[in-house]
């Protein structure tokens, strides 16, 4: 089992709905990354996250430490919203290394 | 203020063949990361340097791979004698500080073909 299990693995939603994409963890971390990357392209650091919520235009990052849990959520989605979109944690057993999720391909239609 | 630059973007080498890579961190970023993402594939960590140090290149093969960081100037990951597998994106980030304080940002990556 991966350390960090993002879901769904591929979502395709209609522009204008509104998304959700998960990512679980079962070690403990310092920090939790969301970063998107366009076919092709680089990659973009969306959040960091320790604790709470955070919210930057339409997208909202939370993240609940008990349960090991963080959400990446978009509002009224857009087709420039389609990406790939990575989770990854900052291992406490590490202050630098990265334990990357596998992503989780967005398709937005128009 | 620059982001993270990398270059090339795009690399085409014959097999045997050198490549080097650069990335120059944002300014005032003193640890920067090399990660590798093979097609279809997600990150992995290759290198973690700090300004002329080394620390840690665990997740670098031990042969015809190195990387530096030199007081002066952007960082180099070095491929020689590159064969087929090599093919892959090789991403750079840059961190002001290390730790969990650190955020992460990433340059757009070189892309590396080996014919």
């Known amino acids: 089992k991966n350390e960090v299990e993002q879901s769904p693995q591929n979502l395709t939603a209609q522009e204008g709905e509104f998304i959700t994409i998960n990512c679980s963890y079962s070690?403990?971390?310092?920090?939790l990354h969301w970063l998107q990357q366009h076919p092709g392209g680089g990659i973009v650091s969306l959040f960091m996250?320790?604790?709470?919520?955070k919210k930057h235009g339409r997208l909202i990052a939370t993240i609940n430490i008990q349960e090991k849990h963080s959400s990446l959520h978009i509002t009224a989605s857009h087709p420039r919203d389609s990406a790939v979109y990575i989770c990854a944690v900052r291992s406490m057993d590490s202050n630098y290394q990265l334990i990357w999720g596998a992503g989780t391909k967005l398709i937005i239609k128009p | 203020n620059a982001g993270v630059m990398q270059n090339p973007r795009h690399l085409v080498r014959r097999r045997g063949q050198e490549a080097r890579l650069r990335c120059s961190p944002m300014?005032?970023?003193?640890?920067v990361y090399w990660y590798r993402q093979l097609p279809e594939e997600g990150l992995k960590f290759m290198v973690y340097l700090q300004k002329e140090n080394i620390i840690d290149e665990s997740g670098m093969p031990k042969e015809r791979f190195s990387a530096e960081f030199p007081k002066e100037g952007p960082s180099i990951l070095r491929i020689q004698q590159v064969v087929r597998g090599d093919s892959a994106a090789y991403f750079c980030?840059?961190?002001?500080?290390?730790?969990?304080?650190?955020?992460?940002?990433f340059g757009e990556g070189s892309r590396l073909t080996v014919l």
């Open positions: 980030a840059s961190s002001p500080r290390q730790g969990n304080t650190g955020e992460l940002f």
């Open positions: 070690v403990g971390i310092s920090a």
């Open positions: 996250l320790s604790s709470g919520k």
């Open positions: 300014k005032g970023h003193s640890h």
